[in-house]
């Protein structure tokens, strides 16, 4: 992906990692391929993401900047204790 963009528009010098999923049950009730799948993205994707994209930033004349959010749409957490 930051070869093709790179490629067409030039050096990357803005990088906001905005990715997240939030499976809409009970912590109690996920199983592994769901939690993975929110790691996958919530976590590991923006990591590599942003570990990528510094390090064109730190090469000689390169400079830019990161930022990592992560939104809810304004939903309540998904995440909640067992009621068990």
Same mark, same amino acid.
């Not at 939030?22 to 993205?41: H, I, K, Q």
């Given at each position: 992906? @930051?070869?093709?963009?790179?490629?067409?528009? !030039?050096? #990357?010098?803005?990088? #906001?990692? +905005?990715? !997240?999923?939030?499976?809409? $049950?009970? #912590?109690?009730?996920?199983?592994? $391929? /769901?939690?993975?799948? #929110?790691? &996958?993205? +919530?976590?590991?994707?923006? @990591? @590599?993401?942003?570990? %990528?994209?510094? %390090?064109?930033?730190?090469?000689?004349? !390169?400079? !830019?900047?990161?930022?990592? *959010?992560?939104? /809810? +749409?304004? *939903?309540?957490? &998904? @995440?909640?204790?067992? /009621?068990?």
């Amino acid at each position: 992906m @930051f070869d093709r963009v790179e490629a067409e528009l !030039g050096p #990357v010098e803005i990088l #906001v990692n +905005n990715a !997240g999923i939030e499976p809409r $049950a009970d #912590v109690c009730d996920f199983d592994e $391929a /769901t939690y993975d799948a #929110v790691m &996958a993205t +919530n976590l590991k994707g923006a @990591f @590599f993401c942003a570990q %990528r994209a510094l %390090r064109k930033m730190r090469e000689p004349a !390169g400079d !830019g900047s990161s930022m990592s *959010r992560r939104s /809810t +749409n304004s *939903r309540p957490p &998904a @995440f909640r204790p067992s /009621t068990a």
